[in-house]
Structure formats: C-alpha cells, structure tokens
C-alpha cells in the first residue's frame, strides 16, 4: 500500500501526541507520588482555592495546600523560609513581577516551560523561561452607585484629585498587594509622585489587599476605590453588590501575575503538573468565566459584559524597574499617606 | 494560725527532711527545670540585645541613634505614649468604677456582671477591634447608619479608624484588668472609715470620694499601670483599626520593619525601648503595690457594708450593662450578624442569609483546618507541659528547694515585662538560624507561648502552694516517697483546682495570642488568630467572624469546663 503524505502527517501527529500524553502520563504518576504540592499564592482567597479545588478533581489523590496572602507577603514568607533552610513551598505565584527577578537573580526558581505558553503574548514571558504570567489583572476605580451618581462620579486618574472626595476614597497598599505596586509604579511613570501627593491630600482610608476595595466600596464604608483589583470588583458586582467599574481612558496598569516553580521544591513533578494544568486552556477558560480574570491565552473567551483588552489603553511596567524601585515605592508610599 | 507563722514552720518542716539536699534523687529534676527556665528567658532577650548591637562589620550604636532620629519611628513612639496613657486613663476610670459598684454597693445581678466583665477580658482586642470596624466604621458601620438615620445627620456619630476611636476600643479590652485589681482592693476595705466619714456629714458621694478611692489609689495606679502596658503591646487592634488612617504604633512599625527585605537589626534596636520602658513601669507598680501603707487595707477582720442605691440601682444597672455591651454585646451581635450574611452591611433579610462562610471556613479553605488543629494542639501542649513546668518552678520557690531558689520566680514572671512582639523579634532571631532552627514548624509558637504564659501559670501555681501545708508531703516523704512521688501523689492533687485554673488560662492566653504569632508562623504552621489576620487584611468580613465566634465559643467552653472541674468560682478574680 502506498502511503500518502496525509497519512504519514496523520501517522506523525498521532506519534507526536501520543509521546505527549506517555510524559503526561509519567508526571501525573510521579505527582501523585508526591501527593501534594504547596503553592505559595496571592490569587484572591475565593478564586486559588477554587483552582486548587479543581485541580484536587481532576488529579484525585493529589492535594493542593494553598497559602494565600498579599503578594509582597507571598515573598517574605518566602524568603524567610529560604533564609532558615526550610523547603516548604512548591510554586510561587505573585502580582509583583519584580518579585520573579528579584528569585531568578538569587537563584531561587526552578526552570520550567509549561507546554501551553509557547502563543502568550510576549508580556506573559520571562526570556530566560522562569516564569510565565498566569493571569492578567487590571487595576481601576470603582465607586458604589448608591451612594455616587452616574455624573458625579470620577471617570479619570486625575479626578480623584478633587478635593470633594476628601474622606471618601479608599487604597490598597504597595506593601501588601503587588497589583498595588505596579499600580503606583505605573502612575508614577505617567504622572509622577506628584499625582499620590495630591491624592494624599484627601484622606484615604487606607487596606491592604487589593481586593479589599471592592469590600469597601460595596458596604459603603467609602464609595470610591481609587484603585483595585478589576477581577475582584467584577466578582463582589456579580454578587449583586452595588459597585461601578470605570476603565480611565487615560490608561489602566496592567498586572500580570507570574508563576514559577520553587528551585527547591520538596514536590517539582506535582508543582510541574500544577503549573501545566494552571496554564491549559481549560483552566485559563475557568479563570476568565468564573473567576473574572484576563489571562495571556490567545483562545480564552470573556464575559460579555467585560470590556476586552484590545479596546482599552493599558500601562505595563518593566519587571526590572518593579525590582529595583519597590523599596522605594513602599517608602513614598508611607510618607505620603501615613501607614 | 497567721501566714507567716505557716510558712516558718513550714520551711522547718521541708529543711530538716531536705538536708543533706544533695543525697536527694530528684535533684538533676530541679536542676534541669531551673536551667530550661534561664535559658527560655536569656535567650531571646539576649539576641534581641545582640542583633541590635553587633552586625557583620562589628560593634555599633547606629541602629539606636537611628530610632531616635528617624521621624516615622518617633512618630511611632508618641501615639504610642499617646494611646496607651489614654487607655489607661480611660481603663482605671471604667474599671475601678465597676470595681466599686459590683463590691461595695447593692447593685442588683454582681454575678452576671462579673461574667461579662470577664468575657471582655477572654474576647481577643483585635477580634473586638475587627467587630468595631463593622460597628463604627464612619460611614457604613452600623451604628454610625443607625444614629444617621434617627438623627438625619449627615455625619457620623463615632468614627473608630481614628486615634480616638483606637483608644476607646483598646480600653474597652484593658479595663478588665482594672477591674480585678480594684475589685479586689475594695473587698478587703472595711467600711469602719467610711462609716466615719458618713456620721462626720458626708454624702454617699463624698465618702466614696475622699475615703474608699484614696484608700484603693495604690490599686488604681496599679490598674493604670497595667492597662497602659497592655495596650502598649497590643498588635492587632492597632493594626485594624489604626493603620487604614495611617497611624502606626509601636508594635505596628515593628511588624513592618519584618516585610523583605527584613531589617531585623532596627526591628531588634525598636524593641529595646518598649522593653525598657514595660520594665520601668512594672517596677514602679511593684513599689507602689509593694509598699502597703494602708494599714486599713489588706486585713480581713474589717466589716464591709453595702452601700445603698435604692431606686437609683436601676440607672446605674443600666449605665453598667451599657458599658459590657458596648465590649461585649454588640461586638458579639455583629460578628454573629457579619457570620451569617452574604452582605454584612445589609439587613439580615432571607436573601442575605447565609451559611456558605462557615462551610467555607470549615471546609473549602484548607489553611483554617490546618489553623484550627495547630492552636488546639499548640492551647493543649502549652497549657500541659506549662502547667507542669510552673507546678515545678513554684514547688522550688515555695519549698525552696535550694540556695537562691527563690531568684527563680524572677525568671518565671520575667515575660510580664516582656511585650509579646518583642518576645517575638527575640525568638525569631535566635531560632531562625543554626544550631537551632525552630523557624518553620508550631514548636517556635510552642516557646513563645510557653514564654509569654509562664507568668500566669506561674503564679497561679504559687498561690495555690502556698496555701497547702508541707506536713502531708513530709509524711509521705518519711515512709518512703522522694519528691516527685510526694508531688504527684500529695500534694497535686491537693492543689488540683489551682493547677486546673492554671492550665485553662493558659490554653485561653495561648488561643487568642497574636502579637508574637504574626512574626513566628510559616506559611505551615498557621495559627487561627493569624488566619484571622490575614483574612482581615483580604476584607473577608464573613469567614473571619466565623473563625472569630469558633475562638470565643472554645475560650467560654474552657471556662464552664474549668467551674465545673475546679469547683470553684473563678470569675471572681484572676491573680
């Protein structure tokens, strides 16, 4: 018989994808043999244990522990842990892509290319193929519609200098959330320090999490979030809380949130089969349909009723500047508005 | 037969059977637990003292002048004096108050008020600060809507993310320690000069005035003292309540100089001068306590007599429950109402009912499992092994087992000067690196707790040796039994409701710590209060009041479990 080029294609990628799912098959079997992995995680506290409870259905017998805390916390307890010898942590995953720089120059992460990133924008990949960015969150202002008219209510950056906001404007803080700290890094390049002195002047209640605004803003406790997680906002209004997010034309910080894996991971093939399944299309899907996210796969689909990325104007900062200028952004930041 | 009498005879007794002391068996027991002690308190204090001094390049003063040159470290330090003296002021005033009312007059329901005062004291401050967040958070806290809505004003009533609002919570969970100094005053008090003072003309008022209240000074001061350094080592309500409207404290700034990159070395500098200062004040409490000039106070053969409100009993019974409510009540009701509901804010209506933050703190989270196992197993480990140790140390001191033996109960009382944050800067410094490294696992909480709760235990275990005669040891010791035995088998048992209050304060103290847990837990060695914590700072109002009920519903169980055990009263006082 004599072969045609469309079988012998068809014979190659069966070949192909059949290797494929033999190593599948042997890290799945090595991973259950771990029988855990720890991620080390500031996804919001709802939305990483849903992952992980996902992942615990898919692969029965493999249990994720997830810590869950601010991203600048997620590097402490890392790095405290690292500077007692202790090996605890599997993956590392943060808002805080400084935080990736500042692990690979030490040595820290674990060389890792999941097999779905090869189509990501570049913006969701380290050159050196430590890190790949799991997901996308923007940072925006929301205000509560119930207590701030459509037409009071601020549309851009600079409104929120308006001192008739004074005492109505909530933050979250660079020296907790790495959404924060790219956030002001972002503005700070736009605007200067300028702009958070003015905004200091209005006497912000001030919370740590970047999800903690949406809180804030939905109880009422202070109807405009001068900055926050979109994908948190979006979440709390889907509750049928009364929350309003406004995208500022001006430009949104995009934060992308890298995930590596731990160079001393007491589980590397579960942490390689966590990293695999967070960065498969299913899994980017679920983010973005349950849990409001945008992520870097090309094939994800969104809500209807979010605005999609190419439509507005984004601000990305560079994960070396965010390195080099974090200390510096934590200290500015207390200065200018107290804690 | 007088106490000291007792005592004299006493130490006869364990004397002449002690000697020669060193053919006694148990010896390398007594040795080993006096040694264990040193070194638990030397320790941490000792790395405190050395990071903040020498670094890699040498010796240096720098990290001192520092602290008192860096303006956010000064800044610091004031509303720290400024928080802490206003709680003070605030504690003796509600505190010494209640004291009064529930020991010298015919205030109707004393033993209910005496439980709710001891419930502010179990109810954890960053727990009633987080519950006050809910109440009085200006614009959507309850109370604040509430007020607006009858008044239709425009403004808040009480705005609590401020320093003022800081201080009357932070007071509302010190003043039990008022209480019980006072109260206990004010029971020994006879009322023979009051009775002088009211033939001599003088209203009720006025006897109360210029004849109790000076003769109760030595404890109000006392009281003031120890509320002020309570709050001065608070953690948590600080955190919640002061840094959203950017005041830091003390403790606070501490925290952070822990955020990478660490600088232990100026978090080890900022922790000396609130050691000094805890130091200097208990000293001059103890003076002021130790003096007992009041001859008048102190004996019991004095009568004490109620003194009579009539019908006015009614609005002073109100004021009073309006106090507890306010530590109490409401915070109680809200983290009930907060634990229930989809939306905290909104009214407790069928569709904001919910059950979903108790299945997912119980459930779906794994970091509270984990939490929860690790503070009961980190409560029942400290209480057990802690309970024993101080049953040992005060058994050497009251026995005085051997030459200095009494020095020891200066180690074991030694973390009352000790915040709990330093405590915890001191531990983290010299367990994170070899030869010893606890850093990682609950054992770096275990020292901690079992540091900090020695005083308590301590105490506790004192008190009740000292009230139990030696002879019965001795008989047992005669045919036969070496020390150990005796204590076993005599005289435990005999103390058997001191040891069980001992180990339930203790288990209490070790469940609601947070102020040295925040910079001693791993990622797995989580504890509830922690978790509590770190929810707080994520805005997970539901599942915190969940976790926040789960502790104050163990605390209260441990206490009718101790009453019932025990046998005794011990909402009374706790010494």
């Known amino acids: 018989m004599k072969k045609s080029p469309a079988f012998l294609l068809f014979t190659l990628l069966v070949g192909g994808v059949s290797t494929a799912f033999a190593q599948d098959a042997a890290l799945v079997q090595a991973a259950r043999k771990e029988g855990k992995v720890v991620w080390h995680t500031s996804l919001a506290l709802p939305s990483s244990t849903a992952i992980s409870h996902y992942f615990q259905n898919k692969y029965k017998g493999i249990e994720v522990e997830v810590h869950r805390n601010g991203s600048q916390r997620v590097l402490q307890r890392f790095m405290q842990e690292t500077a007692a010898g202790i090996k605890n942590a599997d993956i590392v995953h943060t808002s805080d892509a400084g935080h ?160 590596a894996i731990a160079k001393d991971a007491p589980h590397p093939n579960a942490a390689k089969l966590f990293t695999e399944f967070i960065f498969s299309k299913e899994s980017q899907q679920l983010l973005a349909d349950k849990e409001g996210l945008y992520t870097g796969h090309p094939e994800v689909t969104y809500p209807a009723d979010k605005p999609k990325l190419k439509d507005l104007k984004l601000l990305s900062v560079d994960a070396d500047e965010l390195e080099k200028r974090n200390a510096e952004i934590k200290k500015r930041f207390v200065e200018i508005f107290g804690a | 037969m007088p106490a000291s009498q007792t005592e004299t005879i006493g130490k006869i007794g364990t004397r002449s059977w002690s000697t020669p002391w060193l053919k006694d068996p148990t010896l390398p027991v007594w040795i080993g637990v006096t040694v264990f002690l040193v070194f638990l308190m030397l320790f941490p204090l000792g790395s405190i003292f050395r990071a903040s001094l020498w670094d890699e390049t ?190 830091h404290t003390v403790t606070t700034q501490i925290w952070a100089l822990f955020q990478y990159p660490p600088r232990l070395d100026m978090a080890a500098a900022f922790s000396v001068p609130l050691l000094l200062a805890t130091m200097v004040l208990i000293a001059v409490q103890k003076k002021i306590l130790g003096r007992r000039g009041f001859s008048t106070v102190g004996g019991k053969g004095g009568q004490k007599r109620l003194i009579r409100f009539g019908w006015g009993r009614v609005p002073v019974l109100l004021l009073v429950l309006g106090v507890v409510s306010l530590s109490v009540f409401l915070p109680y009701w809200i983290l009930l109402k907060a634990a229930l509901s989809t939306a905290w804010a909104m009214p407790l209506t069928w569709d904001n009912f919910t059950l979903k933050n108790f299945s997912f703190a119980f459930f779906e989270y794994g970091d509270t499992q984990r939490a929860i196992f690790n503070t009961f197993k980190l409560g029942i480990l400290t209480a057990t092994i802690g309970t024993l140790l101080a049953t040992l140390i005060a058994y050497i001191t009251n026995r005085n087992l051997f030459r200095g033996a009494r020095y020891l109960s200066f180690f074991a009382l030694a973390p009352l000067v000790i915040p709990g944050i330093v405590l915890a800067v001191g531990l983290f410094i010299a367990y994170t690196r070899p030869p010893l490294v606890l850093y990682g696992t609950i054992w770096i909480l275990f020292v901690a707790y079992l540091t900090k709760e020695m005083p308590i235990g301590f105490s506790q275990a004192e008190s009740t040796f000292k009230s139990i005669h030696p002879e019965l040891e001795d008989a047992s010791r005669i045919i036969g039994a070496n020390r150990l035995i005796s204590l076993k088998d005599v005289t435990a048992p005999l103390a058997r409701s001191g040891l069980i209050a001992a180990w339930s304060f203790i288990f209490i103290g070790v469940i609601r710590e947070l102020s040295a847990s925040i910079l001693l837990f791993a990622p797995a060695s989580k504890v509830v209060s922690v978790v509590i914590f770190d929810l707080k700072e994520e805005g997970q109002v539901g599942v915190i009041s969940v976790l926040g009920i789960l502790l104050l519903v163990v605390s209260f169980a441990v206490i009718l479990a101790m009453q019932w055990f025990a046998g005794r009263d011990v909402v009374a006082t706790r010494e």
């Open chain 2, 58 to 247: 040498g010796f240096s003063l720098g990290r001192y002048l520092e602290v008192f040159t860096n303006a956010a470290f000064l800044k610091a330090i004031w509303n720290t004096v400024v928080i802490s003296f206003w709680v003070g002021v605030i504690s003796v005033v509600i505190g010494a108050l209640l004291a009064w009312l529930v020991t010298r007059t015919d205030l109707p329901w004393k033993k209910p008020i005496r439980a709710l005062v001891m419930a502010s004291f179990v109810t954890p401050p960053f727990l009633g600060a987080f519950a006050w967040t809910l109440l009085a958070g200006p614009n959507a806290g309850t109370l604040n809507k509430l007020y607006r809505s009858i008044t239709g004003s425009e403004d808040a009533l009480f705005n609590v993310f401020t320093m003022p609002g800081l201080i009357f919570v932070m007071a509302l969970y010190s003043f039990p320690y008022v209480f019980s100094m006072v109260a206990n005053v004010c029971e020994l008090i006879s009322s023979d000069l009051e009775d002088a003072a009211e033939i001599l003309g003088a209203n009720k008022w006025q006897t109360a005035w210029t004849v109790t209240m000076p003769l109760a000074l030595p404890a109000l001061i006392g009281g003031f003292i120890l509320a002020f350094l309570h709050s001065l080592s608070l953690f948590g309500a600080p955190a919640i309540l002061g840094l959203p409207a950017g005041i």
């Open chain 1, 100 to 259: 990736f720089e500042l692990l690979k120059d030490k040595n820290l992460l674990l060389k890792f290319t999941p097999q779905g990133v090869a189509s990501f924008p570049d913006g969701f990949k380290d050159k050196a193929g430590f890190y790949y960015g799991m997901r996308a969150t923007l940072s925006v202002i929301a205000h509560n519609p119930k207590i701030v008219s459509e037409n009071d209510a601020p549309k851009t950056w600079k409104d929120l200098l308006n001192p008739k906001w004074s005492g109505k404007l909530v933050t979250a803080h660079p020296g907790y959330s790495g959404i924060i700290m790219t956030h002001v890094l972002a503005l700070v390049n736009v605007y200067g320090w300028e702009y958070f002195r003015d905004l200091g002047k209005n006497k912000l209640h001030i919370v740590q999490s970047a999800n903690d605004p949406a809180g804030v803003v939905a109880s009422g406790e202070r109807p405009v979030g001068v900055n926050g997680a979109e994908y948190f906002y979006y979440k709390t209004l889907k509750q049928g809380n009364p929350i309003k997010i406004v995208y500022p034309k001006e430009g949104i910080p995009l934060v992308v949130s890298p995930v």
